[in-house]
Every structure is written in structure tokens, then in C-alpha cells.
């Protein structure tokens, strides 16, 4: 049994919560990574954690801003991940704060990695993913029984980067599936022409959604062909490409797809137009289910 005399002397080690502070809006915050960010004694934060998300950290805590955006990098991941663990060790509640969810391209396994390595322990807290947030304030469903039964997220930066990974691109285009592509920087002209490439029509309607869920969001609306020709909304933008992004409510657009064909439609419509590439599809869907 421990003496008094040796639990005080007993070094305390903190503990590391990677949290997901979503897309923007803190209103969408879960409620656990509020009470986190209100009782925490140090917070490591993305430069895209939105202003009115900071002002709810204590105000007794150490924050630090360890954004790494684009190519004007602050600090490494090393020495982020040094400094979580440097905190961790000298017994602080650390809360490493991340835009959208922390496990979706956030760098979130490589800081499980090393705080593993370093004995911490850690929990982490999910977030509303980006492309989540984004596409409901656009009213996108990114699924649709009738026109899209897969999601897949990507990420513009690795789009560019191997054969392989554009090979890839092209697996899960065959399947119909709805992209939503994270960082797809503003190179639309390189970027329509991987999709094209990979097997996406030409008509296809793509939505590039800006600032989503803050009182800054622009949606602007076109089709694969005119993606060269979008504005460049400012950062953080998401794209999503498929047909699911026809029921986008053009109300929150500031503009219309280039075709009038692609204004918001009703999904009767929409699978009217698709029925002749779907009828075994709808044919399985509409089939009873096996008594048992």
C-alpha cells in the first residue's frame, strides 16, 4: 500500500482528447466536446476552427494554434505531436482540436501513433465530418436509393499525385457512387480532367460548397464541364460530384447549372430520367423480403 508521502510525489500524467469540432457552426459541436473545450487546461487547434467555436475554450486554458494550411506550414506534425505529448506528461487535460471529424483527413492517426508510442492516454471525440455539414446545408442528399448507394471520400491533393491513386478514382466511379472530394485547391481545369479520365460525364453535376454551415457558406452549382470555369471560393471548400447534387436547393446557390436539365428536380423525375440504367436496381429494391 501507497503512503500519503508517496502519492505526492507520484508524477500525474494528463490526458490527450482528439476532438472533432465540425464543419463551423457551434451549434453543431457535440455536447461532450463542449464541456472538453470548457474544462480543459491546454487546447491545440486547426487554423479552420471558426472564431465563435475558439471564444468557448476557458479562458484559464493554454491555447495554441497549430494550423497547417496549404503550403504555409506554422509548425510540423513532429513538433505537434511533441508538444500534445509534452503537455500530456506535465499533467494537463489536452484537447487536440481538429475541423470536422478528427479521424477524416485531420492527421488523426498519426497522432494516435505517437501517442501510443508515448504511453498517453488518449480518447477520441467524433465531429461532424465536413462533407456532412456541407451537403446538408445545401440540402444534398449524398445518398439516394434511386441514384446513389455509395459515398466516397477523397481528398483533391491526392488526386494529383499517382496513376495509382487515379486508378482508384476510376474503381469507384464505375460504381456510381457520389465523390466528395476535401482540399480539392483551385485547379478545377487538373481536377475535371482526372474525373473525366476516370469515367464521370461530362454533365455531371458537381457543387463546390464554401465556408459551409458559418455565415460565410457560398454554394455555387455547375456540371463537369464548366468545372474549369467555377469561381474560387475561399478556403475551406468541398466538392461533390454526382447526381445527387440536383436536389441542391438552388435558393442557397448563387448560380444555376449551366444546363436548365439540372435545376432541382424531384426524385420521381430524376429516377423517370435514370430508369432505363436502373431497372434491375429498382427491380431488387422493390422485391419483397423473404418471410422467415
Known amino acids: 500500500m501507497k503512503t500519503p508521502k508517496e502519492k505526492t510525489t507520484e508524477k500525474t500524467t494528463g490526458k490527450v482528447y482528439l476532438v472533432g469540432a465540425g464543419p463551423g457552426d457551434p451549434e453543431l459541436l457535440t455536447v461532450k466536446a463542449l464541456r472538453l473545450l470548457r474544462s480543459a487546461d491546454a487546447v491545440l487547434h486547426d487554423d479552420l476552427i471558426s472564431p465563435e467555436i475558439l471564444a468557448l475554450i476557458s479562458p484559464t486554458a493554454h491555447i495554441h494554434d497549430v494550423g497547417k494550411r496549404c503550403a504555409a506550414k506554422k509548425i510540423t506534425?513532429?513538433?505537434?505531436?511533441?508538444?500534445?505529448?509534452?503537455?500530456?506528461?506535465s499533467?494537463?487535460?489536452?484537447?487536440?482540436?481538429?475541423?470536422?471529424?478528427?479521424?477524416?483527413?485531420?492527421?488523426?492517426?498519426?497522432?494516435?501513433?505517437?501517442?501510443?508510442?508515448?504511453?498517453?492516454?488518449?480518447?477520441?471525440?467524433?465531429?461532424?465530418?465536413?462533407?456532412?455539414?456541407?451537403?446538408?446545408?445545401?440540402?444534398?442528399?449524398?445518398?439516394?436509393?434511386?441514384?446513389s448507394s455509395a459515398l466516397v471520400l477523397v481528398t483533391g491533393h491526392q488526386a494529383s499525385v499517382s496513376e495509382a491513386t487515379?486508378?482508384?478514382?476510376?474503381?469507384?466511379?464505375s460504381?456510381?457512387?457520389?465523390?466528395?472530394?476535401y482540399m480539392p485547391g483551385h485547379?478545377?481545369?487538373?481536377?475535371?480532367?482526372k474525373l473525366k479520365s476516370a469515367g464521370v460525364a461530362v454533365d455531371t453535376p458537381v457543387a463546390i460548397l464554401s465556408q459551409a454551415t458559418t455565415t460565410h457558406e457560398q454554394t455555387h452549382l455547375t456540371d463537369l464541364a464548366n468545372l474549369h470555369r467555377a469561381p474560387h471560393l475561399a478556403a475551406p471548400t468541398l466538392l461533390i460530384v454526382g447526381d445527387v447534387v440536383r436536389f441542391a436547393d438552388p435558393?442557397?446557390?448563387?448560380?444555376?447549372?449551366?444546363?436548365?436539365?439540372?435545376?432541382?428536380?424531384?426524385?420521381e423525375q430524376l429516377l423517370n430520367s435514370n430508369q432505363s440504367s436502373s431497372t434491375e436496381t429498382l427491380a431488387l429494391d422493390a422485391a419483397p423480403e423473404p418471410i422467415l
Do not use: C
Request: charged fraction near 20%; glycine fraction near 8%.
Open 77 to 89: 506534425q513532429n513538433e505537434i505531436n511533441f508538444l500534445m505529448i509534452s503537455l500530456a506528461e
Open 91 to 147: 499533467g494537463f487535460q489536452v484537447v487536440r482540436l481538429k475541423s470536422g471529424d478528427p479521424l477524416i483527413f485531420g492527421r488523426g492517426g498519426e497522432e494516435i501513433e505517437a501517442l501510443h508510442h508515448a504511453a498517453i492516454d488518449f480518447e477520441i471525440v467524433p465531429g461532424v465530418t465536413s462533407s456532412l455539414g456541407a451537403a446538408a446545408a445545401a440540402q444534398i442528399p449524398l445518398t439516394h436509393r434511386h441514384v
Open 166 to 173: 487515379k486508378n482508384d478514382w476510376s474503381r469507384l466511379v
Open 175 to 181: 460504381a456510381g457512387a457520389t465523390l466528395a472530394i
Open 187 to 193: 485547379n478545377y481545369s487538373e481536377l475535371a480532367a
Open 251 to 267: 435558393r442557397v446557390a448563387d448560380s444555376r447549372f449551366p444546363d436548365s436539365r439540372f435545376d432541382r428536380i424531384s426524385a
